[in-house]
């Protein structure tokens, strides 16, 4: 069994935890209400905002071990790059406000989640971070699409308001073989450990976040 395949395993039940939260479950049947997709974009740009600047750390603190990984992240970088534009641009199609979206302050599940992906770089294993690209790209692949269809005909969104979810699982696709050609380079049993601890936490965050979201909007 490679590594990929070990950590897709070891991570099935915190991954179908975070898919059978009510906020997924209810988009993906065309239930969630275009307050909770707004709250939704909102907290994916105060997450994505970060995206950038958590490649450039993690490139940053990579022992020598794991130079090859830099390339990567520097391929990483170039892709993803700008994505958070997507989200505002979503955002103004559905009657948001970028700018005050802009200047604003994150839930704090979503706080936590970001704060979180900053210290496992900055503190513990750096490697750990790509913990959090599984899970965030194998969610956007296995969920993007799927909920952009139903939040589309269920909210009779317009496709400019969508941006963000259709194009993101599109390109992940891509992205989550690349991921995998690389945890199978990862040959220590600490950088293994160290992603596989992460993405159990990130899988607990992301759930969090999303019942943050449904919470938040239940109380308005």
Not at 193 to 207: D, E, P, S, T, W
């Amino acid at each position: 069994m490679t590594f990929y395949d070990h950590l897709v395993v070891q991570t099935a039940q915190a991954r179908d935890r975070m898919r059978a939260c009510p906020l997924v479950t209810r988009a993906l049947a065309g239930e969630v209400s275009l307050a909770e997709y707004r709250l939704f974009l909102e907290q994916a740009y105060h997450h994505v905002k970060h995206t950038v600047p958590l490649l450039m750390a993690c490139g940053a603190r990579l022992p020598e071990r794991l130079a090859w990984l830099r390339t990567a992240i520097v391929r990483y970088i170039g892709e993803e790059d700008g994505h958070e534009t997507w989200i505002l641009d979503d955002l103004a199609a559905i009657g948001g406000d970028p700018n005050a979206v802009r200047g604003g302050l994150p839930l704090t599940a979503t706080e936590l989640m970001v704060a979180y992906a900053y210290d496992t770089i900055h503190r513990g294993n750096p490697a750990g971070f790509f913990g959090m690209v599984y899970v965030l790209e194998g969610t956007s692949v296995a969920l993007a699409h799927a909920v952009a269809g139903a939040l589309q005909r269920h909210l009779r969104l317009p496709d400019q308001a969508l941006r963000y979810l259709t194009s993101h699982g599109s390109v992940d696709q891509g992205h989550v073989r690349f991921l995998e050609t690389l945890l199978n380079r990862l040959e220590s049993e600490e950088d293994q450990a160290a992603v596989l601890h992460a993405a159990q936490v990130f899988f607990r965050l992301y759930r969090e976040m999303f019942g943050a979201i449904g919470a938040y909007c239940l109380s308005c």
